[in-house]
């Protein structure tokens, strides 16, 4: 409602703006007759504007951005956070480089915090009671910014509290086929603590109830060994050998590491939240502003059955490699430097007596807090109703300078440099740019959850695109962009324009070729983009809204490391320091970043036809088609199951993306009506809208995008076909799982068909 009325307000701002417009344009010679921008006027990309933006993002400035955002830590909804929420509103609406207007809109949610008072602990108890080893409770202050009374104590955000106590085990990933196999190899998890790791699947999806669902005084604990307890066997080492190869390490670095090595301090400890679905827990698909329903605790899923605390890879490694028990299966050996058994409890000739027992106390809370967002708005000359977004997420679980700061950092650059065009009246984009800062994202994507909740119905009819630019640099090597093929196209016209960072001479496109590619039977050998997961805000966007979403960040050669996130990702060592000395000194990667994003928030909003293409969808559906057809096709045939509509429905998306594509061309050749121009965005705009389904997974919470849901079956097709086929295949025809293979069948058949329908002239029914 909110939002409402600041639009309706930044539609009287902005004609009264385009007085200014006109008068700028009088102003500079070249545009003297320039007509007053209206509905009717072709106005397009400008190369020269785009050069001049391309040109005045600043390495320096993102870099002061970036120490302002990580000099304190700013959990959300903390003092800090809301200090920002205020720095947000004040770039946004400086007078000299601001935008349009700038807001904050406040929800009240649902968080989980450890207590202050009594912190949780992980202790080895000996038979007779007494404390024998106690696993660290904080991270040690190395260099003077690792401390300090809001840097919150590591922990699983919302698991629940208690004390639990038992002979430990060890669980691999924690995942439910992970306990069945502890089961197989007889280990009775009645009242034993559970040794977890890192990785496999999502902190959400450790699954440790499945496996006793009737016994109510289990106590398990889900102790991950974090990120750098793999990172030390594996990351970290591979990571410098990377950084090194790209002569992107401070010579200081490496003996602090081997010091610390030697001494066993790196104790960083990766905090998370442990929630299973996204969005604010007591209000799901509502808004949570003051009037709406909440759930009653009691009610709400999707939270850990049992208490959890996440501990460092050297308290992981005394544990586990103190273990007695069953060898681990290979697979679920790892880089601690020693065996891992499976246990139960400990070895009598290691370090802690046979019969001690591992002590798990968490205090968690869960407490109703107000969390922010900030819009800050760039009213379209021409098409104000038509959006292009832009966001990232502000909360950090320490001083968050990677992981969400680097972003920011870029997003304040960005909305800087077009907000001093904006002022100027140098500028002003053909549809509206929205810049986002989301609150309380590391709890579970809750700020953006709850403004696509919110606005759903709007966002969905006006929402060009939506780009996220999170974690903007996790490392120097490449471009990594993750997106839905309609956005392609748009990137790589970006990515060929900019220089990239380090040595040669090549463009971010063709050093990012070198790293990702995949040969493309329309275009050959092209930089291949990664699928959108739930990592970040774009998830709402992709998965709930149907819009077409990107995320953006520079990253590893991926040849080079095993890393799976930067070593110190969610811990106290992800500081100013560490971004300027070690991870990108000069901001060069930050700056490829700005570049590459700005360059596509132009094209995205200036662009008379929208810069999506939407037959690039053609290669994945065929690609699907394909897995389907090799790899399901027997069985399914077996089933008296039949593809052929789905290859009649791919067939006709294909034919009919194709002749969209031409009209395009011939109407770009001529003078195009910008009433037509404007009726063929829309078809481009809403395809990605087409593909959703919310009652194709039920129990999926928010997945409606039927090409891009959560795929747990093996096969690489339709995800919902995948997972249903992975589900029937042992049972017999005629089960309820067959029927639902039929039924996903029909809901993808259904949606490509209705795609390929708003994609034939809108002429035609
Ligand atoms: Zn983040």
Redesign the pocket.
């Known amino acids: 409602m909110q939002w409402t009325k600041v639009l309706g307000l930044g539609l009287g701002a902005a004609a009264l703006l385009g007085l200014g417009i006109i008068l700028g344009h009088f102003a500079i010679p070249k545009k003297a007759n320039s007509p007053a921008p209206s509905i009717s006027a072709p106005q397009d990309l400008d190369l020269e504007i785009l050069e001049t933006v391309m040109g005045q993002l600043d390495a320096h400035r993102i870099r002061e951005n970036l120490r302002e955002l990580s000099r304190e830590p700013h959990l959300a909804s903390s003092p800090r956070d809301e200090d920002l929420v205020q720095l947000l509103l004040q770039r946004w609406k400086d007078p000299e480089s601001g935008l349009d207007s700038a807001e904050a809109f406040t929800y009240e949610v649902l968080l989980s915090f450890p207590s202050q008072e009594q912190p949780n602990v992980v202790d080895v108890v000996g038979p007779t009671g007494d404390i024998i080893h106690s696993c660290h409770r904080t991270e040690e202050n190395v260099t003077g910014e690792q401390g300090g009374p809001d840097v919150i104590q590591p922990y699983a955000a919302y698991a629940p509290s208690g004390t639990p106590q038992g002979l430990l085990v060890y669980a691999n990933h924690g995942t439910e086929d992970d306990f069945k196999e502890l089961q197989t190899q007889g280990i009775k998890l009645e009242g034993t603590i559970a040794l977890t790791r890192y990785g496999g699947v999502g902190r959400g999806d450790k699954d440790v109830p499945v496996i006793q669902p009737d016994s109510t005084d289990r106590h398990w604990l889900g102790c991950a060994e974090m990120t750098f307890a793999v990172a030390r066997g594996t990351a970290i080492n591979d990571l410098c050998k990377h950084h090194l190869a790209h002569g992107k390490i401070g010579l200081s670095w490496l003996p602090q590491l081997r010091k610390e090595e030697e001494e066993q301090d790196i104790s960083g400890v990766e905090r998370g939240s442990y929630y299973k679905y996204f969005g604010d827990p007591l209000t799901p698909y509502l808004p949570a502003i003051p009037s709406s329903f909440r759930l009653d605790l009691a009610n709400v899923s999707g939270f850990p059955p049992i208490p959890t605390q996440p501990i460092g890879f050297q308290d992981a490694r005394d544990l586990l490699c103190n273990l007695k028990g069953t060898l681990a299966p290979a697979t679920w050996q790892g880089a601690l430097g020693c065996h891992y058994r499976l246990g139960p409890g400990f070895r009598p000739d290691g370090n802690f007596s046979a019969d001690s027992q591992v002590n798990v106390s968490v205090y968690n809370r869960l407490e109703l807090r107000n969390s922010s967002n900030v819009l800050g708005i760039i009213h379209g000359a021409v098409e104000p109703d038509r959006y292009v977004l832009y966001g990232n997420?502000r909360d950090s679980w320490v001083h968050g300078a990677v992981?969400?700061s680097s972003g920011t950092a870029v997003l304040l650059e960005l909305s800087r440099v077009l907000g001093t065009l904006l002022k100027k009246g140098t500028w002003r984009p053909r549809r509206s740019i929205v810049f986002a800062s989301w609150g309380a994202?590391e709890f579970g994507l809750i700020g953006s959850t709850e403004f696509t909740e919110e606005f759903f119905n709007k966002l969905q009819e006006r929402t060009v695109a939506y780009i996220n630019v999170?974690?903007a640099v996790f490392a120097n090597a490449t471009l990594r962009v993750q997106g839905t093929p309609p956005v392609q196209s748009v990137v790589f016209s970006a990515t060929k324009e900019i220089r990239s960072p380090g040595p040669g001479d090549l463009s971010i496109y063709d050093n990012w070729i070198r790293y990702f590619n995949r040969s493309s039977p329309e275009y050959g050998l092209v930089p291949s983009l990664g699928s959108l997961g739930a990592g970040?805000d774009y998830a709402p966007f992709i998965h709930f809204l149907g819009i077409s979403s990107m995320d953006i960040a520079y990253t590893y050669d991926l040849s080079k490391t095993s890393a799976r996130i930067y070593p110190t990702y969610h811990t106290a060592f992800d500081t100013f320091d560490y971004v300027d000395k070690f991870l990108d000194p000069g901001f060069s990667s930050h700056q490829a970043v700005a570049q590459t994003a700005g360059s596509i928030i132009l094209r995205l909003s200036d662009s008379f036809f929208l810069p999506l293409k939407v037959s690039d969808y053609s290669e994945t559906l065929r690609s699907f088609l394909q897995a389907a057809q090799q790899d399901l096709g027997a069985l399914l045939e077996q089933h008296s199951i039949s593809l052929g509509p789905l290859v009649t429905a791919v067939e006709k998306f294909e034919a009919e993306a194709a002749a969209l594509g031409q009209r395009i061309s011939t109407l770009q050749k001529g003078s195009p009506d910008p009433l037509q121009v404007r009726m063929l965005n829309d078809q481009l705009m809403l395809l990605e809208r087409s593909f959703l389904n919310p009652r194709a997974f039920p129990e999926e919470r928010y997945y409606s995008h039927v090409l891009w849901a959560a795929r747990t079956g093996s096969v690489a097709t339709f995800p919902g076909l995948s997972n249903a086929c992975s589900r029937a295949r042992d049972t017999a025809s005629g089960s309820e799982a067959w029927a639902e293979v039929q039924r996903q069948l029909s809901i993808v058949v259904t949606a490509l068909e209705g795609a390929a329908a708003t994609l034939r002239p809108v002429v035609d029914l």
């Open positions: 997420h992981d969400p994202e999170d974690i970040s």
